[in-house]
């Protein structure tokens, strides 16, 4: 029984470390790709333009997709790399 707890004890301390680990992505990501968008499917939505995200060790084009915005006047915000140092970051899409 105290070696159970004893590893669940030290699960749960490392918990929150493995929580911030971050991977520095040091290539940045390809050319974005054309996409046809082709009409929207009704009044009010917004295409949201396809864009690539690393997936373990490589580049996985996301295709993009017609959204409605959650609320009536917001615009997309697209995702992007930003290179930082010697590293690339994602810098999430959201609704603005």
């Given at each position: ?9 030290l699960?749960?301390?490392?918990c ?18 054309h ?5 929207a ?16 060790d490589?580049?996985v ?20 790399w930003?290179?930082?140092g010697d ?10």
């Open positions: 029984m105290k070696k159970i707890a004893l590893a669940l004890l699960a749960l301390t490392l929150p470390v493995a929580s911030f680990a971050q991977i520095a992505i040091r290539i940045g990501p390809p050319p974005r790709m996409e046809e968008r082709g009409r499917p009704d009044r009010g939505y917004v295409w949201i333009a396809g864009y690539h995200r690393y997936d373990n490589h580049y084009w996301v295709p993009g997709e017609w959204r409605r915005p959650e609320h009536p006047g917001q615009r997309w915000v697209a995702h992007k930003v290179h930082r590293h690339y970051e994602m810098q999430e899409g959201h609704w603005r």
